[in-house]
């Protein structure tokens, strides 16, 4: 066989093959139908409810564009910065919380969380 023979017949092959493929395609991504989402009945095909309100005096819960602010990013950088400067080693040979006197480090930790982080 000549090489411009099995340069046809590879051709033919790839051919054949992206021709095949596109049917595959088109038959089983949406069986030939073009599928169009007019933007004016945008919402009775997926319809979104109103946002719910997060805003919560009580609990003194806000909009998280709240916590964008300078003044709730400086608390956030106290309480957090408080909550690493407590040394918190732990060692894999520990033993029970009750008897090992390492795990006394954690006492101070969790004050520190009570004080800066108490709704948690």
């Known amino acids: ?3 411009s023979k099995v340069t046809f017949k590879a ?4 051919f054949v093959l992206v021709i095949l493929l596109h049917q595959a395609v088109n038959s089983f991504g949406n069986s030939g139908r073009t599928v169009r989402v007019h933007h004016e009945r945008l919402e ?8 719910l309100s997060v805003i919560d005096p009580v609990n ?3 909009p998280c564009s709240d916590f964008a602010k300078h ?14 400067r407590v040394a918190t080693e732990n060692w894999d040979d ?9 795990w006394g480090v954690f006492d101070e930790f969790h004050r520190v ?8």
């Not at 003044?71 to 690493?84: K, N, P, T």
């Not at 520990?94 to 390492?102: A, H, K």
């Not at 969380?113 to 948690?120: A, D, E, N, Q, S």
């Open 60 to 62: 003194d819960l806000r």
């Open 71 to 84: 003044e709730a990013i400086d608390i956030q950088v106290q309480r957090l910065s408080a909550a690493v």
């Open 11 to 14: 051709a033919a092959f790839l």
């Open 1 to 3: 066989m000549t090489v």
């Open 113 to 120: 969380l009570r004080v800066h982080f108490p709704k948690v």
């Open 94 to 102: 520990n033993g029970d919380v009750d008897v090992d006197p390492r």
């Open 44 to 51: 009775s095909w997926c319809p979104i409810p109103e946002p």
